[in-house]
């Protein structure tokens, strides 16, 4: 029996909300993303981590990325290829846009059924919005089992998959068989680096919409090399009912957006000197809210 | 009449938590909607279970009890919830934001085609108009921090239902009711929605523990951020704790940094805690965070700048080094307790 496996990784292009700075709110109050430096998203290159350990110990296996966002997501797919994956698709379209984790989840499992991997692995949740549904819903809409929080991929048999889960109070050690949806979580090992040579393979890997935009710059010699083309599909590509897809196929609404406004508390302000902290102790003793 | 449901978790013979502080908040929505709470137990093994979710307020009670949907696993387990959910109609589905209620929910919703809010902070009931002037009334508003928690965000599902949420635990209040009310029991025809094919992940191995760390418990707790700097420093708090025999937290920053464990983070993604005095030393204070640690009645922040928004819901705000500060506070305590 083959063990060679056919992959794909879910990415997602993220703002990187965990380095929030001062200029990252507009006057009126609105996130500004343009502040925000686009990253990949943390969880999911810890999947493709686990994606590439498994091309290493099957051979013949390839790694496809599969990401959804507006053009510069690319970037992901390039990242992707630097580190060594062996290619990739941006699903863009205006009509994929304003997508709830539902709608979003239909139009990956839609780009799956044309992609046909034995699994699919992905992060478990991606930092803007740390909801963890896209996996266990793309694995419904595909009919597929779903193994979540995965840590480590132990092994494969050419049928069955054993691998440990990290949950909130323990570990789980689970075997199943392929077809197979796979999150991992943050507690499985990094991403290995780029890797040299397959940066300077893949360093003018494009989207048909980026070479036209990059026009005369890009050397007329690459256009035609396969596999620095990375693929852009759309609603047409991917097929399904339109209704289900972007802002008509997401049953969450957002009613209201609160930016956050501490309340005002009276605080005391006290510095470092030992004046200061014998006195802040002195007083949470005498309340009694130490010793 | 449409109802609440509440999936309820189940470890060990125990109920978590969680599906009982889901059952106690189930009740204030089901006063203000005029309808009842429904619990869903599935597992092996429950009898006697039922009593307890009566105890938190559940009317209805349907028990899938059934040697192998014990432990959890997703697939008989999502078989059964969407089989009661199609026809007991409930207008509400409610579960825990736990390992089990985020790995559940999510294929729950992709087969009902109808919207999940994950990790709400709060629950309310309220009315909608949208822009082609639409209203809809007794919504349930489904409110989370967003955005790596700069935003606080209102989820609303106007025309799908159920409404889905997860919860995390101890975000909300655990309360039995006064006197214990008669609910019914029904029995969950397992057969019926569960097929082999659903038993197609085993589980080999499994080691669940009693959370060793348990900050949620703690009257003190002595909190670091990414400010601390390194895990050397985070012993600091180990030493502050050990003295004021309080337990040690950390933000998501330290804990992603690799300063604490995750079982020590405080916050949305981690555990809320109340304690009665909470010292955050070198964390900054975004929301997430603090919609963690705010109900703590005293907070004291440790922290070299003066602007950062801890200091806005803090008691005390001590502007300085941790490394200075901590040393001091030790010294102080053990001079004063003499």
Not at chain 1, 32 to 45: S, Y
Not at chain 1, 48 to 74: F, S, V, W
Not at chain 1, 270 to 290: S, V
Not at chain 2, 71 to 99: C, M, N
Request: aromatic share 4%.
């Amino acid at each position: 029996m083959t063990t060679s496996l056919k992959i794909v990784v879910l990415a997602k292009q993220v703002p990187d909300t965990r380095n929030v700075g001062k200029n990252a709110m507009k006057e009126d109050g609105t996130v500004n993303r343009a502040a925000l430096p686009a990253i990949f998203n943390p969880e999911d290159l810890n999947a493709l981590e686990q994606a590439l350990r498994l091309k290493d110990r099957y051979p013949g296996t390839t790694i496809h990325l599969l990401t959804m966002g507006p053009g510069r997501a690319a970037d992901i797919i390039r990242e992707g290829l630097f580190r060594g994956a062996d290619g990739g698709v941006l699903l863009t379209d205006r009509k994929f846009a304003g997508a709830d984790t539902l709608a979003t989840s239909y139009a990956l499992a839609q780009a799956l059924r044309k992609l046909q991997p034995h699994i699919v692995i992905a992060g478990r949740q991606a930092i803007d919005g740390d909801t963890a549904q896209v996996g266990p819903q793309v694995a419904e809409k595909l009919g597929w089992p779903q193994v979540t929080y995965a840590e480590e991929i132990i092994s494969y048999d050419g049928k069955e998959m054993v691998i440990k889960r990290r949950l909130e109070r323990g570990v789980e050690t689970v075997s199943a068989s392929l077809p197979l949806v796979v999150t991992v979580h943050a507690s499985a090992p990094g991403c290995r680096p780029r890797h040299a040579k397959q940066l300077l393979k893949y360093k003018h890997a494009k989207t048909l919409s980026e070479i036209q935009e990059a026009g005369a710059d890009y050397d007329t010699g690459l256009k035609n090399v396969d596999y620095l083309r990375v693929p852009e599909w759309g609603v047409a590509d991917v097929g399904g009912e339109e209704i289900q897809f972007g802002l008509s196929g997401s049953p969450t609404k957002v009613k209201k957006i609160e930016n956050i406004v501490f309340q005002a508390k009276e605080s005391k302000k006290l510095t470092a000197t030992d004046g200061d902290i014998d006195g802040l102790i002195k007083e949470l003793m005498a309340n009694h809210t130490i010793g | 009449m449409n109802n609440i449901l509440v999936y309820c978790e189940i470890e060990s013979g125990r109920v978590a938590d969680v599906s009982l502080e889901l059952l106690t908040k189930g009740r204030g929505l089901a006063a203000q909607l005029g309808c009842k709470v429904e619990a869903l137990a599935v597992g092996s093994k429950l009898s006697g279970i039922e009593k307890e979710l009566m105890n938190y307020g559940a009317h209805i009670i349907h028990v899938a009890d059934e040697e192998r949907l014990d432990p959890f696993r997703t697939l008989p387990h999502a078989a059964i919830t969407i089989g009661v959910i199609k026809t007991e109609q409930p207008q509400i589905v409610l579960f825990g934001a736990t390992s089990v209620g985020r790995d559940l929910a999510p294929r729950v919703s992709s087969a009902l085609k109808s919207g999940l809010t994950a990790d709400c902070t709060s629950l309310e009931i309220g009315d909608h108009t949208d822009t082609k002037g639409n209203t809809y009334t007794n919504l349930l508003y489904q409110i989370r921090p967003a955005f790596g928690g700069n935003i606080i965000a209102t989820i609303i599902n106007p025309d799908h239902r159920p409404q889905m949420a997860t919860v995390r635990e101890g975000v909300m209040k655990k309360e039995p009711l006064p006197a214990l009310v008669q609910g019914e029991v029904k029995k969950v025809d397992v057969g019926k929605y569960v097929h082999d094919a659903d038993f197609a992940v085993r589980i080999i191995e499994r080691h669940i523990e009693d959370r060793k760390v348990d900050i949620k418990g703690a009257s003190i707790i002595v909190s670091g951020g990414y400010g601390v700097g390194s895990k050397e420093n985070f012993k600091q708090l180990f030493d502050l704790a050990a003295v004021l025999g309080a337990e040690v937290g950390a933000s998501r920053a330290a804990v992603d940094a690799g300063f604490a464990d995750h079982a020590r983070q405080v916050g949305q993604t981690g555990v809320t805690v109340r304690p009665k005095l909470y010292i955050a030393c070198g964390i900054s204070g975004q929301i997430q965070h603090t919609a963690g640690m705010d109900q703590s009645a005293i907070v004291i922040s440790i922290n070299p700048d003066a602007n950062a928004p801890i200091n806005q819901l803090a008691d005390y705000a001590v502007v300085g080094d941790m490394n200075e500060v901590i040393p001091k506070m030790i010294k102080s305590y053990r001079e004063n307790s003499k």
